[in-house]
């Protein structure tokens, strides 16, 4: 995979969302469904990092679940595997649901804290039937480098960054092909963050499991991600390589979010409010291309 691809795909897609719809029911009489995603479409390759960035709402998580098939598809497909997932019965969705996992926010309510560490990371294989075993267990752990002797204690035990590594390590316990990231590091401090986004990165180098990571946090998104897809009121407005989309942002929408990160130097934070008000400014004589402003 060409990590510097552009806005399409380079590789074979390993999964396809094609103008995928996902509509919720609304409880009033007679009230349309609220749709949260309309007309997406993404490819995602082999040994590919697709970062997700949007505000609150825009239905990051819900096309995590899409792709996951947790979230109701109304229109379109998700073809994994030659095909439409998002059509499947639960049992044929079970089997698919070994190559597609996830890992989510908060390390501290997903996984049980009375359960040992050995007992979490074996849990997935024995609901499917198959053997768990110490071997296993060694293997994982080694993976996302926590000592051996962690097998034999208690979730609760462990640190916030730990329980991410634990989280991580049971997401891989199935060799899956992709792993959804729903802000696995938001939760956790700066110096954390920047070891778990390092653990990714070479989890992925030694097995080629693909990720869709979703984030509000660009900084952490441009450090993963090959390409960058940016979601706004439930469709990709843009698309293209980190590098593109970070340095040379075409949409007014991915210009203001980028004016809205923080910076840490105080004096590129000013320049950054002189050149978002010269932005806004520029965009409100072009009434047209004007959409909600990031918080
Ligand atoms: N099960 C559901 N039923 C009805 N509406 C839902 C459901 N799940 C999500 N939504 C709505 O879909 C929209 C998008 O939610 P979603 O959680 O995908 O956004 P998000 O971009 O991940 O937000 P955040 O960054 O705050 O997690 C919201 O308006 C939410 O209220």
């Known amino acids: 995979m ?3 691809a552009g806005g399409s795909a380079s590789g074979t897609p390993l999964l396809s969302l094609q103008d995928v719809q996902v509509s919720y029911p609304t409880r009033g009489f007679r009230s349309p469904p ?3 995603l309309d007309g997406i479409s993404l490819d995602i390759c082999e040994h ?3 970062g997700l960035v949007g505000e609150s709402g825009s239905g990051k998580t819900t096309l995590g679940r899409a792709l996951l098939g ?3 598809v109304t229109g379109g497909r998700v073809v994994f595997g030659g095909r439409d997932i998002s059509t499947l019965s639960r049992a044929e969705r079970r089997r698919t649901a070994k190559d597609l996992q996830v890992v989510f926010q908060d390390p501290y309510s997903s996984l049980n804290p009375a359960m040992t560490i050995e007992d979490i990371l074996t849990e997935p294989l ?6 768990g075993g110490r071997d296993i267990v060694r293997r994982l752990l080694d993976q996302v480098h926590l000592p051996q002797d962690a097998g034999r204690r208690l979730a609760r035990e462990f640190s916030g960054g730990q329980r991410q590594r634990i989280a991580i390590a049971r997401a891989l316990v199935l060799d899956p092909k992709l792993v959804v990231c729903d802000e696995p590091t938001s939760a956790l401090d700066m110096s954390t963050q920047a070891r778990i986004l390092t653990l990714f990165k070479e989890i992925q180098e030694t097995t080629g499991v693909a990720y869709l990571f979703i984030t ?4 952490v998104v441009r450090a993963i991600s090959h390409r960058i897809a940016v979601l706004l009121q439930g469709k990709i407005v843009e698309l293209g390589s980190a590098a593109q989309v970070t340095g040379d942002p075409q949409h007014p929408y991915t210009q203001r979010l980028l004016m809205a990160a923080p910076v840490a130097d105080p004096v590129a934070q000013r320049e950054r409010r002189v050149e978002r008000q010269r932005l806004l400014e520029r965009q409100a004589e072009r009434p047209s291309e004007v959409v909600d402003t990031p918080r």
């Open 2 to 4: 060409n990590a510097s």
């Open 48 to 50: 590919e990092t697709v």
């Open 126 to 131: 024995l609901a499917r039937g198959e053997k």
């Open 70 to 72: 947790l979230a109701p």
């Open 34 to 36: 609220l749709t949260v």
């Open 216 to 219: 509000h946090d660009l900084a």
